[in-house]
């Protein structure tokens, strides 16, 4: 029982530090218990992304329980970074208009938050590029949708959910810079760097975490998850065995009728 109580005022402690530092610029790498070391270092820096190693003190809806393992992200916090994020991106982007080119789906929630938070003149564009499936291996890239705006000249802020691996992100820079951009700045949510295949990284980072499999705000898994107001671990027996889609949907207009 003490060690329980010990473990959630430990969660609470690091999420309102990470809550702290991201409002003072400092950097943070918080220790997830038996895996990483057990100090936090603080690096007064210009910029910063924070790295997340274990879970929120935030508890899973009882809804999602069956599914998603922990919060590893909260609300809260996706908020508060976000803010950060669109203060670089409008000092770095001051006096131009800008082109924001966002890649269709996951990015949808994230992309709506952000572009609120910028006091700029934009223009937004969608590309679409499947990769996923209702699996977890990434495939061959489809484009879906191609962009419709002119970019020649302008700047060019891209926008993805996550990098992983880097295929996809590769793909649209080259396609984009065969339209002859003035600039391309990508921006993502998050960033898995033991996953990365290809050589590109991104100018904004929400955060960066480890290789588990993670679902909400836009992220999915067999296109379900994607409405959590939070970032979640999903638990490895969903993805691991899979639920064919047309079953879900079965199963959903039953519990429904």
Request: net charge positive.
């Amino acid at each position: 029982m003490q060690s329980a109580a010990f473990r959630l005022f430990f969660d609470r402690f690091f999420s309102r530090l990470i809550n702290y530092l991201g409002n003072n610029e400092c950097q943070a790498t918080i220790p997830e218990a038996g895996a990483c070391e057990s100090t936090v270092t603080l690096t007064r820096v210009k910029s910063f992304t924070p790295t997340v190693c274990g879970p929120s003190a935030e508890q899973v809806p009882i809804r999602w329980r069956g599914e998603v393992q922990h919060v590893l992200i909260s609300e809260e916090q996706i908020a508060r970074r976000i803010r950060k994020m669109s203060r670089d991106i409008v000092r770095d982007f001051s006096g131009r208009e800008m082109v924001v080119v966002s890649l269709l789906n996951g990015t949808v929630l994230f992309l709506a938050d952000l572009i609120r938070n910028l006091s700029l003149p934009l223009r937004l564009d969608f590309i679409g590029i499947s990769s996923y499936g209702n699996g977890t291996q990434s495939g061959e890239l489809v484009v879906t949708k191609e962009l419709r705006l002119d970019v020649e000249g302008r700047d060019v802020l891209l926008v993805d959910d996550i990098l992983d691996t880097g295929k996809t992100l590769v793909r649209v820079q080259k396609m984009l810079t065969a339209l002859n951009p003035r600039r391309i700045k990508i921006c993502v949510l998050l960033k898995k760097e033991a996953r990365r295949i290809n050589l590109i990284e991104a100018d904004y980072v929400g955060f960066e975490i480890p290789d588990i499999f993670v679902v909400g705000y836009g992220l999915d898994f067999a296109e379900r998850f994607r409405n959590l107001p939070f970032l979640g671990v999903l638990k490895p027996g969903v993805y691991q065995n899979p639920v064919p889609t047309e079953l879900v949907s079965k199963r959903n207009r039953v519990s429904h009728s």
